[in-house]
């Protein structure tokens, strides 16, 4: 069974030259996974769940369990083209075309065990086991034709008796370069031949030779020109006396002929299970596909060249290309189609109000009779998923799904298939965006204005809601110096309301805050109410006071000047606005408005100059202006007048 695919542009170096190709080294394999520079060949020990890569670009050869995981690696084979596995499982083979030579190891080990020495400047090449021996192509000194080698494990050179025959075939390739092989368990002895001569690309080889005796004997042969277009992979068909090239086109071979046996879809290479399984690289994806079928059962994204079959079928392992070389990836259930489910619902819908769902479950392998989708509804309410009736559904896979919403928010449907013995199990889901019922809140004194140190009762006032019926106040006093403040948290009244008193000493936004439920939406409603600053003024150094007329006034001799001292709520930067006016004409006139700062202390002490004059009638107050008295945290505050009056 062949257990490779070395890609065109490989072999064609390889005929061209005997370096190493110009492949970007990997760094050192990684615990978990298998890197390779340049791949080498790749082979599968179902007994041991191992598989072992060929790494041309580091003369090596690596081996990993099932997982990826390397286990053991060996180093010093140059040039290493290709791999085989003895029919028993103990002998790795490599061809190391590098140095001419067939390399033996103990698979258990990597230990090297014996090295066979070809003698020809091109190969060995591709390598398979079969009949006992190991079977090597390569091209033929004497003419530069691909010919056919082997080496017989049995024989002990130290006898006298070379294990290594070259010029196997019986008949000449014409082929320039060393031919493809495959071999396959259920036909011992049996190897597939395929090339296109490189150098003349008129010429290409098919052909299936027995080699289970002392001379290989030719079964079925094609050297002809165009006929094949190109052979760039080929593989035995096991249990069917057919031949499979480029992972396409499918040859029965009989009476030493070829003939055309039907076709999978177009792709570039292939493997074969031992129960007859495909799986074909097609562009960056490799597909499987039942004997001479004609869609797959299952694809997977692989951007790979090179891949082979655990023995059992139960999975692929392909060398993947990444940053820096190839990583071994194991394609696992090859046989369990993936179906394709499409799920539709609207992208809004009406909380409370019935919507649909649709969509369709189809596949490549047929669905069973009365399948049916698991239907999941994940929202506010059911944020760990709500089972909905099952669906069954219909003869063309599509289904219809009812359902009534009753939260809000975002509302995921999720549909699902169970899988069965012939498809794994998948899901899919759409969101809707159910919005949420705008709930009544209302926060009242919004704009009231209140002397300072007034304590104010702020109530909100909540409409109906599902379950949550708790609302938040909050008091955010203005300036940077005090912060946001939560005043009270709590279930309103049963008629919907709830209080939180604010001291007011400063102008100050009220806030409720309603979280909302799962059916009701978070609302916030601001208050903004304001504060006037305590501002008084204290007057000294008069004689008396008494009244003129209904006004009593502080009395000074003419001479004396009056101290006044004023008192006001203090914030850091405060000015008081001192106002100054003077009796005249039967009016009060302005004669003076000035700014003087405050004490830490809250007070601002401002003397006047005394008139000199008797009889003289003047009035002043202390005004704390909003913004103009260098801050805006309190609302604009008129102190009461304080009358003066100058006597002799």
């Known amino acids: 069974m062949r257990t490779r695919t070395i890609s065109t542009a490989t072999a064609l170096a390889v005929f061209f030259s005997s370096v190493v190709l110009s492949v970007a080294a990997a760094g050192p394999a990684s615990a978990v996974t298998a890197t390779i520079g340049s791949p080498a060949g790749i082979v599968v020990d179902g007994i041991g769940q191992r598989v072992f890569v060929g790494d041309d670009t580091n003369d090596r050869i690596i081996v990993a369990d099932y997982s990826g995981k390397v286990l053991d690696s060996v180093s010093g084979i140059d040039g290493i083209f290709d791999l085989a596995l003895s029919d028993d499982g103990t002998t790795l083979y490599a061809a190391a075309r590098v140095s001419h030579e067939i390399v033996a190891l103990d698979a258990a080990t990597l230990d090297i065990k014996a090295r066979y020495p070809v003698a020809t400047s091109i190969g060995p090449l591709y390598v398979e086991f079969t009949g006992g021996k190991a079977w090597f192509t390569y091209e033929d000194q004497s003419n530069g034709h691909g010919n056919l080698g082997s080496v017989d494990p049995a024989v002990d050179p130290a006898g006298g008796t070379d294990p290594v025959t070259l010029g196997q075939l019986s008949r000449d390739s014409g082929i320039g370069g060393g031919p493809l092989l495959d071999s396959d368990p259920s036909a011992p002895g049996l190897l597939a031949v395929g090339a296109t001569d ?238 949420l019922t705008t709930p009544t809140l209302t926060l009242n004194k919004n704009g009231n204005v209140y002397n300072y140190g007034t304590d104010v009762s702020f109530s909100a006032h909540l409409g109906s809601t599902y379950k949550n019926r708790t609302v938040e106040i909050w008091a955010n006093p203005f300036g940077g110096d005090k912060p946001n403040k939560l005043l009270k948290t709590g279930t309103v ?125 003047a009035r002043m107050r202390s005004v704390y202006v909003n913004g103009s008295s260098g801050d805006s945290v309190n609302s604009t505050t008129y102190g009461s007048w304080k009358y003066l009056y100058f006597s002799n």
């Open 198 to 435: 490189f150098f003349d690309m008129t010429k290409d080889l098919m052909a299936v030779v027995d080699v289970s005796g002392a001379t290989p004997q030719v079964t079925a042969w094609h050297n002809g020109d165009y006929a094949l277009n190109y052979v760039s992979d080929i593989d035995l068909v096991p249990g069917s006396p057919q031949v499979l090239v480029d992972g396409t086109d499918r040859h029965a071979y009989a009476d030493e002929k070829f003939t055309a046996a039907g076709a999978y879809p177009a792709g570039q290479g292939a493997d074969i299970a031992p129960n007859g399984l495909v799986a074909q690289i097609s562009d960056a994806n490799v597909s499987v596909y039942r004997p001479g079928g004609t869609k797959p059962i299952r694809t997977y994204a692989a951007d790979t060249s090179v891949l082979a079959w655990a023995p059992d079928a139960s999975r692929i392992f392909a060398l993947v290309s990444s940053p820096g070389g190839y990583t071994l990836k194991a394609l696992t259930d090859p046989t369990l189609n993936v179906p394709s489910l499409t799920v539709n619902a609207p992208s809004t819908a009406t909380r409370g109000s019935k919507l649909t769902v649709t969509g369709k479950l189809s596949a490549t392998v047929p669905l069973p009779s009365g399948a049916k989708l698991q239907l999941t509804r994940t929202d506010l309410e059911s944020p760990e998923g709500k089972s909905l009736p099952a669906v069954t559904l219909k003869a063309d896979g599509s289904y219809t799904v009812t359902d009534t919403p009753l939260a809000g928010g975002t509302v995921t449907y999720k549909v699902a298939y169970a899988g069965d013995a012939a498809h794994i199990a998948v899901s899919a889901s759409d969101k809707v965006t159910v919005p």
């Open 493 to 617: 009244n049963s008629s919907g309301n709830i209080s939180a008193t604010v001291d007011m000493t400063r102008d100050t936004e009220v806030t409720a805050v309603f979280k909302g439920d799962t059916r009701i939406a978070p609302r916030t409603v601001k208050s903004t109410a304001y504060a006037r600053v305590n501002a008084t003024t204290a007057v000294s150094k008069h004689y008396k006071t008494a009244k003129i007329g209904s006004t009593s006034y502080y009395w000074f001799h003419k001479s004396t000047d009056p101290l006044l001292t004023t008192t006001m709520s203090y914030y850091k930067g405060r000015k008081q606005r001192f106002d100054l006016q003077v009796y005249s004409s039967g009016k009060w006139h302005s004669a003076a408005s000035e700014y003087f700062a405050l004490g830490t202390n809250g007070k601002s002490a401002v003397s006047l100059e005394a008139p000199g004059k008797s009889g003289i009638k």
